[in-house]
Protein backbone atom coordinates (compact mmCIF):
# COMPACT_ATOMS: atom_id res chain seq x y z
CA UNK A 1 0.00 0.00 0.00
CA UNK A 2 1.65 3.65 -0.85
CA UNK A 3 1.86 6.39 1.56
CA UNK A 4 -1.31 8.23 0.21
CA UNK A 5 -3.50 5.20 0.59
CA UNK A 6 -2.55 4.54 4.17
CA UNK A 7 -3.09 7.84 5.73
CA UNK A 8 -6.56 7.81 3.60
CA UNK A 9 -7.05 4.44 5.18
CA UNK A 10 -6.23 5.65 8.83
CA UNK A 11 -7.95 8.69 8.20
CA UNK A 12 -11.57 6.78 7.54
CA UNK A 13 -10.56 4.66 10.67
CA UNK A 14 -11.37 7.57 12.54
CA UNK A 15 -8.01 7.12 14.87
CA UNK A 16 -6.87 9.53 17.39
CA UNK A 17 -4.95 12.59 16.50
CA UNK A 18 -1.07 11.62 16.88
CA UNK A 19 -1.37 7.77 16.62
CA UNK A 20 1.79 6.71 14.95
CA UNK A 21 2.74 5.93 11.77
CA UNK A 22 1.89 2.60 10.66
CA UNK A 23 4.80 -0.11 11.64
CA UNK A 24 5.53 -0.80 8.05
CA UNK A 25 6.29 3.01 7.45
CA UNK A 26 8.38 3.94 10.83
CA UNK A 27 11.96 4.93 9.99
CA UNK A 28 11.06 5.17 6.43
CA UNK A 29 11.00 8.81 5.73
CA UNK A 30 11.07 11.74 7.57
CA UNK A 31 8.54 13.20 5.05
CA UNK A 32 6.04 10.70 5.66
CA UNK A 33 5.87 11.42 9.14
CA UNK A 34 5.06 14.86 8.25
CA UNK A 35 2.50 14.38 5.60
CA UNK A 36 1.12 11.50 8.65
CA UNK A 37 0.73 14.57 11.02
CA UNK A 38 -0.73 16.81 8.71
CA UNK A 39 -3.28 14.69 7.77
CA UNK A 40 -4.02 13.66 11.54
CA UNK A 41 -4.51 17.36 12.28
CA UNK A 42 -6.79 18.25 9.18
CA UNK A 43 -8.93 15.19 10.05
CA UNK A 44 -9.73 16.33 13.83
CA UNK A 45 -10.29 19.89 12.01
CA UNK A 46 -12.84 18.35 10.09
CA UNK A 47 -14.21 16.52 12.71
CA UNK A 48 -14.37 19.12 15.47
CA UNK A 49 -15.76 22.12 13.22
CA UNK A 50 -17.41 20.24 10.82
CA UNK A 51 -16.79 19.56 6.67
CA UNK A 52 -17.84 22.78 6.11
CA UNK A 53 -14.62 24.65 7.27
CA UNK A 54 -12.72 25.70 4.41
CA UNK A 55 -8.84 23.87 5.68
CA UNK A 56 -6.13 24.90 3.42
CA UNK A 57 -3.17 22.88 3.22
CA UNK A 58 0.15 24.78 2.00
CA UNK A 59 -1.20 27.79 0.45
CA UNK A 60 -0.09 31.24 1.04
CA UNK A 61 -0.30 33.02 4.38
CA UNK A 62 -4.19 34.10 4.25
CA UNK A 63 -6.41 35.94 6.83
CA UNK A 64 -9.97 37.09 5.53
CA UNK A 65 -8.95 36.02 1.86
CA UNK A 66 -6.12 38.46 2.07
CA UNK A 67 -2.35 37.16 1.37
CA UNK A 68 -0.73 38.89 4.20
CA UNK A 69 3.01 36.86 3.65
CA UNK A 70 4.40 34.74 1.79
CA UNK A 71 4.81 31.59 3.91
CA UNK A 72 2.73 28.67 3.59
CA UNK A 73 1.67 27.21 6.36
CA UNK A 74 0.98 23.34 6.25
CA UNK A 75 -2.84 23.69 7.09
CA UNK A 76 -5.23 27.27 7.73
CA UNK A 77 -8.24 27.87 8.59
CA UNK A 78 -11.05 30.18 9.84
CA UNK A 79 -11.11 29.01 13.25
CA UNK A 80 -15.11 29.07 13.90
CA UNK A 81 -14.84 28.39 17.49
CA UNK A 82 -12.67 32.13 17.44
CA UNK A 83 -15.30 33.99 15.83
CA UNK A 84 -13.72 32.70 12.05
CA UNK A 85 -10.29 34.16 13.20
CA UNK A 86 -7.25 32.96 10.80
CA UNK A 87 -5.56 29.92 12.69
CA UNK A 88 -2.11 28.49 10.96
CA UNK A 89 -0.55 24.92 11.74
CA UNK A 90 2.98 24.17 11.09
CA UNK A 91 3.84 20.03 10.73
CA UNK A 92 8.02 19.76 11.38
CA UNK A 93 10.46 16.69 12.13
CA UNK A 94 13.02 19.38 12.53
CA UNK A 95 13.31 21.30 15.74
CA UNK A 96 15.80 23.74 13.75
CA UNK A 97 12.76 24.04 10.56
CA UNK A 98 10.25 24.50 13.43
CA UNK A 99 12.08 27.64 14.95
CA UNK A 100 12.57 29.09 11.39
CA UNK A 101 8.88 28.85 10.88
CA UNK A 102 8.05 30.40 14.52
CA UNK A 103 10.91 33.30 13.79
CA UNK A 104 8.50 34.07 10.41
CA UNK A 105 5.43 33.95 12.06
CA UNK A 106 2.66 37.25 11.86
CA UNK A 107 2.32 38.04 15.79
CA UNK A 108 -1.17 38.98 15.35
CA UNK A 109 -2.47 36.00 14.59
CA UNK A 110 -2.87 32.50 15.77
CA UNK A 111 -0.46 30.42 14.87
CA UNK A 112 0.90 26.37 16.19
CA UNK A 113 4.00 24.49 15.75
CA UNK A 114 3.75 20.82 16.07
CA UNK A 115 6.92 18.82 16.10
CA UNK A 116 6.73 15.48 15.25
CA UNK A 117 8.83 12.51 15.66
CA UNK A 118 10.59 11.48 12.29
CA UNK A 119 10.99 8.20 13.01
CA UNK A 120 7.30 7.33 14.09
CA UNK A 121 5.26 9.88 13.31
CA UNK A 122 4.01 10.43 17.06
CA UNK A 123 3.54 14.44 18.51
CA UNK A 124 6.38 15.45 20.67
CA UNK A 125 6.05 19.13 21.06
CA UNK A 126 3.12 21.32 20.96
CA UNK A 127 4.44 25.21 20.93
CA UNK A 128 1.16 27.48 20.60
CA UNK A 129 1.39 31.10 19.80
CA UNK A 130 -2.13 33.18 20.43
CA UNK A 131 -2.84 36.21 19.14
CA UNK A 132 -1.64 38.95 21.59
CA UNK A 133 -0.98 36.34 24.05
CA UNK A 134 2.33 34.59 26.00
CA UNK A 135 3.02 31.01 23.69
CA UNK A 136 2.23 27.90 25.62
CA UNK A 137 4.82 25.63 25.22
CA UNK A 138 3.52 21.26 25.84
CA UNK A 139 6.79 18.57 25.42
CA UNK A 140 6.46 14.71 25.75
CA UNK A 141 7.76 12.94 28.04
CA UNK A 142 10.34 9.97 26.82
CA UNK A 143 9.10 6.93 25.22
CA UNK A 144 5.40 8.93 24.76
CA UNK A 145 3.27 11.29 22.31
CA UNK A 146 1.32 14.14 22.62
CA UNK A 147 -2.54 14.42 21.69
CA UNK A 148 -3.79 16.94 19.77
CA UNK A 149 -7.27 18.44 21.64
CA UNK A 150 -9.47 21.01 20.76
CA UNK A 151 -9.35 22.44 24.08
CA UNK A 152 -5.35 22.55 24.44
CA UNK A 153 -4.26 23.92 20.56
CA UNK A 154 -6.72 25.58 18.99
CA UNK A 155 -8.68 27.78 21.81
CA UNK A 156 -7.71 27.62 25.21
CA UNK A 157 -4.60 30.05 25.30
CA UNK A 158 -6.36 33.42 23.88
CA UNK A 159 -5.23 36.50 25.51
Not at 106 to 116: A, F, I, K, N
Not at 138 to 152: E, Y
Request: charge should be positive.
Amino acid sequence: MDLASEILDEALRGRDAFGPLPSDLQGQSVRWAQEHGIQQVYRQLRRWFGPATPVQIERQRQSGGIVVGPQRPDLQFPNPARRGRQTHIEVDTDRRRMQRHINARVPGMRSVYLLVDPLTGALVEKRIYPAGGQPQIRRARPGRGLTLTRRDVFDAYDA
